[in-house]
């Protein structure tokens, strides 16, 4: 999602979603196809549809990336897990229409037309090698931060500062970094819409800044943690509820370039309706936008714009409409089906459960004391090594994979501190160097 701010007003884009789908139709313009291939197969499955509904499960794993500085758990772009938990519980109500806002929203315009996704969100508990996992993995990066512009999906690699991602047929990833520092603009997140072809799978997921996942710990006090929601919106199928300058499909724009009506839907959703602009204030029972005469575009009368849409930009936003559930839903029937019937077993309580001590015990480190050489043995794999003096200076860093040797030879005796980070957690043993 960007922040602009001019000399008249401050101009706010949350999203960079139509953006990274443009960019990527420059290089691969076959997605665009897909995409659209992608709608049709919705369309058929809604007019088939008629199963009663379900509770749909998902699990997630949430990919912390942070930098060298922040290496303490807690610090900066190394977000605490009770952030993570505040998401994820913010995730799960938007997505069973048990947030706060309901049942008396601070408008009640779009009462009726307000649907439950019926969808549940729970941290995976074992990782794609069959390993225990917590669901968070913490990945210390080369990179401070990322631009979204010109690396938007360096994130999801190890090779350039991120963290591979994992099938993204069995989990949905969320790569959480610092995606601040980029030119004028700050972008909140950015997800792909269904149809990025095989070779490209390793794209699919969320990308969202820190300080705008959850509500607490490291979280900008202006984050409401509905990033994450707006974002998941575009991966099971949602466009924007508003009129787009650069829309990947339709730009709702007259001859001259500017801004005019349209219903910016192009999929299965009929029932939000027409804007020609974007709105950013806030929404309560005064507010009473109505931009375009949606009787034009098949409603049967005129209707305020619905600016309390999760995929509006407005400040505050609480719902989804009836059709764009159900277009998430055929979503989760079609394209993204492997993921509703994932078999990867998942923890549902919202916390991100302390397998340290498991983990802890996993680890051999032999000999210590040691007079300089010394051997790491893991049943987990190993990412990465980092050994830092009592004092933080980092002595040694190695990125092998694999149970490994270390030779400490050149420094003096002493306590030195070795971070390990599996993957699924980081943690830090002591080793007594005496020669
Ligand atoms: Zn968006």
Not at 156 to 162: C, E, I, Q, S, V
């Amino acid at each position: 999602m960007i922040i602009n701010i001019n000399t008249y007003s401050q101009e706010i884009t949350k999203c960079y979603t139509t953006e990274l789908i443009n960019n990527e139709l420059i290089n691969n313009p076959d997605y665009k196809n897909e995409i659209n291939n992608f709608f049709k197969q919705n369309k058929l499955w809604l007019s088939n549809y008629n199963q009663e509904k379900t509770t749909i499960t998902i699990p997630i794993v949430v990919h912390v990336i942070y930098r060298q500085t922040h290496a303490n758990l807690g610090i900066g772009t190394n977000i605490p897990n009770i952030q993570i938990e505040d998401q994820i519980r913010i995730l799960n109500e938007d997505y069973s229409k048990t947030n706060s806002e309901f049942p008396n929203p601070p408008r009640n315009t779009f009462v009726n037309s307000a649907a439950n996704p019926d969808i549940k969100f729970c941290l995976a508990t074992t990782d794609p090698d069959g390993n225990p996992t917590t669901g968070v993995t913490r990945t210390l990066s080369t990179q401070n931060s990322f631009n979204y512009d010109t690396e938007s999906n360096d994130m999801k690699r190890d090779a350039t500062g991120g963290k591979d991602g994992w099938p993204p047929s069995q989990y949905l990833n969320i790569w959480v970094c610092d995606i601040s520092n980029s030119g004028n603009t700050t972008i909140l997140g950015y997800a792909y819409l269904p149809g990025l072809q095989s070779w490209n799978a390793w794209k699919d997921g969320l990308v969202v800044d820190f300080q705008h996942f959850g509500t607490i710990g490291n979280a900008s006090s202006s984050s409401d943690g509905r990033t994450p929601t707006h974002e998941i919106g575009h991966f099971l199928g949602l466009n924007h509820t508003f009129a787009e300058q650069s829309g990947w499909s339709s730009p709702c724009v007259d001859a001259a370039g500017n801004l005019q009506c349209c219903d910016n839907d192009d999929s299965n959703v009929y029932d939000t309706p027409a804007t020609d602009d974007v709105y950013y204030g806030n929404v309560n029972a005064n507010t009473n936008n109505n931009t375009c005469n949606d009787i034009l575009f098949g409603f049967s009368s005129d209707l305020l714009d619905m600016d309390e849409n999760f995929m509006a930009y407005s400040n505050h936003t609480w719902m989804f409409s009836n059709d764009q559930v159900n277009e998430m839903i055929a979503t989760l029937n079609g394209y993204r089906s492997n993921l509703k019937n994932s078999n990867v077993s998942i923890n549902c309580t919202g916390i991100v459960s302390n397998s340290n001590i498991h983990f802890n015990k996993k680890i051999k480190l032999y000999p210590n004391p040691s007079k300089g050489r010394f051997i790491i043995e893991a049943d987990n794999k190993i990412y990465n090594i980092e050994i830092t003096d009592i004092i933080g200076n980092r002595i040694y860093k190695s990125s092998k994979q694999t149970n490994q040797e270390i030779d400490l030879n050149f420094v003096e005796n002493g306590v030195y501190l070795i971070n390990i980070n599996s993957g699924n957690q980081r943690i830090t043993k002591k080793i007594i160097i005496s020669k």
